[in-house]
Every structure is written in C-alpha cells, then in structure tokens.
C-alpha cells in the first residue's frame, strides 16, 4: 500500500512538472481569474504551492469549494506562496550609478522553486523588474547592450546559452520562461545577440533551428508564391493565462473566440496592444495580428537569413519587402494585409527596422527619416505610432527604449540624418533623467509628447526596473561620450595644429 502510494506520488509530481497554471489548477484557476481575486491577472501564474503539491490543492479545492462557509481569496492565501513584484529604488545613486548596479537585483535563476510556472534553464537571466521576473526574448537583446557597458560578459554568456538550451529543447524560444508563454516567440533577436559578442560562429545550429521554426510554422505564402512571416501563437485556442480574464471579456464583447489568436500573435509581437494590429484604432476587439505581415519581423529574418548565409532566401525576401511594404503613397514602410490583399498604412516605428538592418534603399531611407522628424519626432524622444485614437501602451504619445535605440541607429546609418539621429537620442536620455530624478525609478515606457508625465496606458500600471530602459540608457551615454570625446580630439588636434603653424610663423618672423 505504502509503495503504490508513492508511485502515485512520484507519478503525480511527473504529470505536473512542466505545465502550465491553467493546466494545473483547472477550475480553481478559472475561478481565482473570474473572481478577480487579484488585480493583475499574472499573479496567480506565478504563484507556488505552499504545503501541498497542485493535484492535492486542487482535490482539496474540490473537496471544499461548496462548503457555505468557503472563502475563495483565504484559500489562495493559505495554500499558495505569491511572486513578489521587483520595485526598486535608491536615492543615493545617480542615474548611471541605478543603471549599472541594478543588474545584480534584477538576476534571478529557476532554481527552488518547486511547482511553479517556470520554465526550468540552466543558468542566470536578467529579468525587466515589476510584475516580469521571468526573461523576455527580445527585451534581452536591449539588456544586453547595457550589460555589455557594465562588463557583466558572464551574464551574457549565461543568457545565450539558455536561449541556446531552449531552442535544442523546444525549436524556439519562448516568448519568456513561463510555461503559460510556451506557445509563442517574440521577435527574432538572437541573430543580432549573438552577433553583439561576436558568437554567431558557436551558435550557427541553434540559429538554424531558430530560422526552420520560423520557416515552418509562422511562414505564408501569397498568390504569386512570395513567401513572408507573420506572428502567430501555437496555443491559439484560450485566453492567455496571464491575462485571463481581459481576453475572455473581449471574446465576450465580440462573440467571436476567433480573437484569441490574435490577441496572442499580438503578444508575440511584443507590440501588445496596438493600434497597429487593429481594424479600428479604438477598438481592442478589432484586433487582427494573425491576418498580417509585420515589416520588423521579416527584416529581422533577413538578417538572420544573411548571418546563415542564405544569400538567395535573404535577397528574395529583400524584394518581397520593397514590393509588398514599400508605400508610395506614405513614402514609409507599413505592414501588409495578406487576408485583404493589401498594405495596412498605418505609421508606426517599426518602418525604421529596414533602415537599421540594411533593407532599404538610400531613397527609402531618406523618405523615412523625413516622416520620423515631421511625425515622430517630439519633446521626448520619438513616439510609437501616430495613432491619436488609441489607448493602448504601443501607441502615441508613449516612446519605448528598444524603439528608440532602433530609430536611433537606423538614422545614424542614413547620411545627411546623423544630427536628427542625436537629437533623438538626447531628447530620450533627457526624458530619463528628468523622470529619474523625480521618482528614483527608470520606467518600462515615457511618455515622449508630455514630458511632464510619466507614461501610462495599457493592461497594466507602468512598471520600473527597468532591463531595457537601463540597457540602452547606458548604450546611448557610451555612444554620447565617443562623440563628445571625438568633438574634444578634435578640437585638441585642432588647437595643436595651429599652435604649430603660429610657432612656425613666430619662429619666421623672429628671423
Ligand atoms: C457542488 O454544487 C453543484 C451545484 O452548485 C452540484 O452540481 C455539485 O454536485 C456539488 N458538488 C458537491 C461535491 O457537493
Ligand atoms: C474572505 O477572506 C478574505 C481574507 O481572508 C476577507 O478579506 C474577505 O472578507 C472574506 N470574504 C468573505 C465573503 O467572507
Ligand atoms: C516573496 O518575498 C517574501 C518575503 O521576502 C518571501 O517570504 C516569499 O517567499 C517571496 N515569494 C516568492 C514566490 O519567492
Ligand atoms: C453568439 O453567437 C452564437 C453562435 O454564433 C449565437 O447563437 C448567439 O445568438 C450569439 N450571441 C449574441 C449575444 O450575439
Ligand atoms: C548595415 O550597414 C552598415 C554600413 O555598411 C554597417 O555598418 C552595419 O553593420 C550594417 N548593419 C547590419 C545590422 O548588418
Ligand atoms: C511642463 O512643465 C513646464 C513647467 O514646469 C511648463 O512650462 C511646460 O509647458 C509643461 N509642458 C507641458 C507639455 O505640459
Ligand atoms: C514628478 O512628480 C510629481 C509629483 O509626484 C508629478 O505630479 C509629476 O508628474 C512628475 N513628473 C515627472 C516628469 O515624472
């Protein structure tokens, strides 16, 4: 008796390992979410067992959820250990001094935590800070341009293999290391981290894998047999766990659970929410991700393309840019309908994501840069969208770190746009400072129209910490000082010359 105990035990703890909290907790997970137990909807997936593991909480749920005197919220409290939210600040540092030294605080790894939501990786992980203590895919690339200006190499070490581990295990990586992100990625970036530390070599199979993930699952091919990428989400059935609730209430408002599908593309996008992926730039449940072909996604494929030396896939999917996402009429990129047969001309700062990465002609990039500076361009920086509609977090009037330091390099790599290039980048870093020196906090997003504010909008408050914001402050002060540094060469060489040709002319003089 006592051994079939145990291997029920032992078989209960093997079913349960690797599963997702709305897998685990069934209905208990459903009511903690409907009942709006907790205002963020991602607490609860984050949430350990306490004493017991989640098939006896769940039995004993069960057993007890009928009693008249069965309180759901003391249920949670008594069988359930809650994440804690990163919220930091410090007074005494200044902001460079925030930025570099909070990367110890915001490194986490897997380890001893029994029954919860991670997805188990080897090493440590920079996580963003607020309610994301979990790794996000793209963000990381951003953190790493800062950990690059702190010298923390081991940490980026730590971080490629685990997206390398991830990939062997899983095709892709996920969205975060959470299982409820299992089903989808989020833009493509380890071609370009790998190559921020010159291991594109060491990596060449994962990044392979990556490319037949990509190819194989998230890839359409239009009429006249072009073949170009879109976001998608393999789980696409139910709301996402962690937004639980919200989701299910637009599915409710539509009548339509089509919806889910794209809200999660959406969020493989890393662009949630925005009017970008909307039919009608109000109306969240107007959202259509799955029916388009982002213009960042299929750049960042082309540069994964040329990093494997798929010169004849890169140059073909250079062509289908330019012929599908090329607007005449906006003289800028957009993304393309495919449903529709026909490009969705909304502008929006993922257009600069040829410019950076090579894809766009010297014309192009010229038309661009002029909309950025007469569209985009405000007090703080450069704004998402032009979206005045909206209310999500992706849209005007907030400015983004990652979007920024895109458009940033993207005008620095167009000549004759260099001076709007740091204009940008200057406004940006003093939007930092400024709220920086107001609250002690690096935030996840500004608002860059009203530089009085700190941003807002979206699922969910404005979170600080914050991995990306701090990865390109620090990449930004760098290139700031190179140029200062540059300027002052300059002038020393200056000033040294025509000391030499006054000491010549004196000398001459003298004689
Ligand atoms: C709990 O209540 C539901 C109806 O509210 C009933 O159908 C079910 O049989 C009850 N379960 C138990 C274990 O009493
Ligand atoms: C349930 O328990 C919570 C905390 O334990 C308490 O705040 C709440 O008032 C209780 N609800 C009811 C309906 O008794
Ligand atoms: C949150 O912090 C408290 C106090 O430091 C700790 O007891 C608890 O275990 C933490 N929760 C998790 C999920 O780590
Ligand atoms: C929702 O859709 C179902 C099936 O398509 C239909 O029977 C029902 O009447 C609809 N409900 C509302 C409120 O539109
Ligand atoms: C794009 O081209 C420029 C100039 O040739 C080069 O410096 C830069 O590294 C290239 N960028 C990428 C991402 O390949
Ligand atoms: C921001 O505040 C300053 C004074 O503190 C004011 O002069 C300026 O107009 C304000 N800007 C906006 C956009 O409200
Ligand atoms: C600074 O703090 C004050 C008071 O909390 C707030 O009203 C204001 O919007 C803040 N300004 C910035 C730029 O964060």
Known sequence: MKTLHLIIFLLNILLTIGQSPDVLYDELFEAVQIQRIFPDSKTFCDAIPRKLNPNGILDLYRQEYNKTTFNLTSFVFDNFILPNTTIIVHDKWTIEEHCHRLWPLLTRTT?????????????????????????YYWDTYFTMLGLIRSNEWQLIDNMLENFADLIRK????????????????????????????????????????????????????????????????????????????????????????????HLRAAAESGWDFSSRWMEDEKDLSTTITAHILPIDLNCLLYHLEIILNKQNEAERRRQAIHKYMWSNDLQFFTDYNYIKKKPT???????????????????QAENVARQVEKLFLHEGGV????????????????????????TYRALLNTPGYESLAQTIRQRWM??????????????????????????????????????WTNGVYLEMLHDQRSTSNSI????????????????IIITEVNY
């Open 345 to 363: 001309n909304r502008l929006t700062l993922a257009a600069l994501f040829p410019l950076w990465l090579n894809v766009s002609t010297k014309d």
């Open 488 to 503: 002052k060469y300059g002038q020393t060489f200056f000033q040294f010359f025509f000391f030499c040709i006054l000491t």
């Open 170 to 261: 899983n095709g892709h990586i996920p969205n975060g290391n959470r299982y409820y992100f299992e089903g989808r990625s989020q833009p493509p970036f380890f071609s370009l981290m790998t190559e921020l530390v010159k291991k594109t070599d060491k990596y060449k199979s994962e990044l392979e894998l990556e490319y037949q993930f990509w190819m194989n699952k998230r890839s359409i091919k239009l009429d006249d047999g072009t073949i170009l990428n879109r976001y998608y989400d393999d789980l696409n059935l139910g709301p996402r766990p962690e937004a639980y609730l919200e989701d299910k209430e637009i599915a409710n408002k539509m009548n339509n659970t089509d919806i889910y599908a």
């Open 430 to 467: 003093n939007l930092n400072e400024r709220v920086f020196q107001n609250t002690s906090k690096m935030m996840e997003k500004y608002d860059v129209i009203n530089i009085n504010k700190t941003a807002g909008g979206g699922e969910y408050e404005t979170q600080d910490g914050f991995g």
């Open 111 to 135: 380890k001893h935590e029994e029954f919860s939501s991670f997805i188990d990786v080897p090493y440590s992980f920079v996580v963003p800070g607020g309610r994301f203590r979990e790794f």
């Open 383 to 406: 704004v998402t969208t032009t979206s005045t509609q909206s209310t999500q977090q992706w849209d005007s009037p907030n400015g983004w770190a990652p979007l920024q330091f895109v």
